[in-house]
């Protein structure tokens, strides 16, 4: 992926072996058992992190997939580890919306994984909305845009599992908007139907921020966890956190964000 180093942008550049060991560290103090990640390279760089996690007897996954980016030239993917089989992998291809004077879809894609947990049932929505970064002067921070996606997104899930069915699934990711922000609200609720329900995470200081732009200074909560209804019930009381290990902003600009469920 294209990448700041030393001050300098370098593209198609790998992510430096500094930064690699640091996100091992985030990943095995927090030892998942699905850790879902946005901004993914090419496959090759994702069998490199689930191999550097095997060699150096990190956390054990068994399991991987990859999405790659829907837009042109889009090098941000989606992927997915696993200590859990899935049973099926979904890569929804309608999404299409009305945008400005022409047909769009969400840039990055939508990865939909099935899991059977138990008796259970359920499905995992990992997404990446677009950036607030924009070429168009009339949608300024790509507002319109992002919202867009999202509520094409919702309508996906929506048309699948509709609310009076009592659906089990977790939508989650970057959405690059703030907790009050138009694309949240398209998941959480319709009308007077709620679709999801989000969970409150917070580091060991009671903090929310998710991600620090460090050319700006500034803190934001971009990531989140969305469980339907029924999932929600599922949550283990206090296990949503956001990791704030040592020097885990050095090897990313996003903290880990997680929490257990009791199927």
Sequence with gaps: MDRIVSGRWQEDYPKPLKERRIIRSVINQTNPDILAIQEMGEPVYLQ??????????GTQFKYSAWLSGQGDGEKRHLALLSKIPFTKIENPKDLSFKYFEGQRSPS????????????TNWSLFNLHLKSKWTER????EAAIR?????????????TKFPPYKDPYYLVLGDFNDHKNSAPLRRFLQVNNSTLTQMIQCSDQKGHFWTHYWDKQDSYSRFDYLLASPHLFKKLVPDSAKIGGFHLCL?????RIVFADFNF
């Design 250 to 254: 050095l090897g990313s600009d996003h």
């Design 137 to 140: 002067p009339d949608d300024p």
């Design 48 to 57: 490199e992190l689930w191999g550097d996690l095997n060699r150096t007897k």
């Design 108 to 119: 990055r894609g939508l990865m939909e994984i099935e899991f059977k947990s138990g008796d």
């Design 146 to 158: 992002r919202e867009k996606e999202a509520r094409a997104i919702r309508d996906y899930i929506r």
